[in-house]
Nanobody, 123 residues
Framework: QVQLVESGGGLVQAGGSLRLSCAAS????????MGWFRQAPGKEREFVAF????????YYVDSVKGRFTISRDVAKNTVYLQMNSLKAEDTAVYYC????????????????WGQGTQVTVSS
């Protein structure tokens, strides 16, 4: 079955960096978008970024533009989220998700989800 397994979360000081990984297995994702979402305590799940598996096209929410970079390694079937200049407001559980190519920023359009990894930024 399809599995998305996130790793790389942790505790970091404001201004620091983390790289999240999402290892995907169980099917071909060549026609899929891979997205990162996050959910802070008491808040709704929020779109962060997506990448189109086939051509590497990317899109980001405004609040992370210039600080976060999404990428993929086709050979390793892995998607990454490089997070730099982290802020306290980036604290959340980060989820990897896979959706058909037509998926955009809405979480409802994504079919598969990982278990999440906690990112905590101390100020």
């Amino acid at each position: 079955q399809v599995q998305l397994v996130e790793s790389g979360g942790g505790l970091v000081q404001a201004g620091g960096s983390l790289r999240l990984s999402c290892a995907a297995s169980g099917r071909s994702f060549s026609t899929y978008k891979m997205g990162w979402f996050r959910q802070a305590p008491g808040k709704e799940r929020e779109f962060v970024a997506f990448i189109t598996w086939s051509d590497g096209r990317t899109y980001y929410v405004d609040s992370v533009k210039g600080r976060f970079t999404i990428s993929r390694d086709v050979a390793k079937n892995t998607v990454y989220l490089q997070m730099n200049s982290l802020k306290a407001e980036d604290t959340a559980v980060y989820y990897c998700a896979a959706g058909l190519r037509t998926a955009g920023t809405a979480s409802s359009r994504y079919d598969y989800w990982g278990q999440g990894t906690q990112v905590t930024v101390s100020s």
